[in-house]
């Protein structure tokens, strides 16, 4: 069982920055994938970074040279740093967990791979 509990959502003006956290609670050992997603009204959701229990980082095209996925040593808390914010960066950002052990990291980015995360945060981007 992982429990995940985001925070530091907020609004912000483009070219602006945030940091997003995760407390995870549980089963460290068992966090094979850990990934920060989003969903914009009337869109699917995306998977925007995964952190690889081997330290490999994935991210989805749009955001990288922008955001960066990291984690404390203790595992407990997982970031994403959003820097050069664009309004099409506004949604609600969720922390997942995957657990599966057999799921290839080239599906890093799919909510499938996951099976456990948090009730959201809102990010707003302003122009």
């Known amino acids: 069982q992982v429990q995940l509990v985001e925070s530091g959502g907020g609004s912000v003006q483009a070219g602006g920055s945030l940091r997003l956290s995760c407390a995870a609670s549980?089963?460290?050992?068992?966090?094979?994938?850990m990934g920060w997603f989003r969903q914009a009204p009337g869109k699917e959701r995306e998977g925007v970074a995964a952190l690889c229990k081997d330290g490999r980082t994935i991210y989805v095209d749009s955001v990288k040279g922008r955001f960066t996925i990291s984690q404390t040593n203790d595992k407990n808390t997982l970031y994403l740093q959003m820097n050069s914010l664009k309004p099409e960066d506004t949604a609600m950002y969720y922390c997942?967990?995957?657990?599966?052990?057999?799921?290839?990291?080239?599906?890093?980015?799919?909510?499938?791979?996951?099976?456990?995360w948090g009730q959201g945060t809102q990010v707003t981007v302003s122009s």
């Open positions: 997942a967990a995957g657990t599966n052990r057999y799921i290839d990291y080239a599906y890093a980015l799919r909510s499938w791979a996951y099976g456990y």
């Open positions: 549980g089963n460290t050992y068992s966090r094979y994938l």
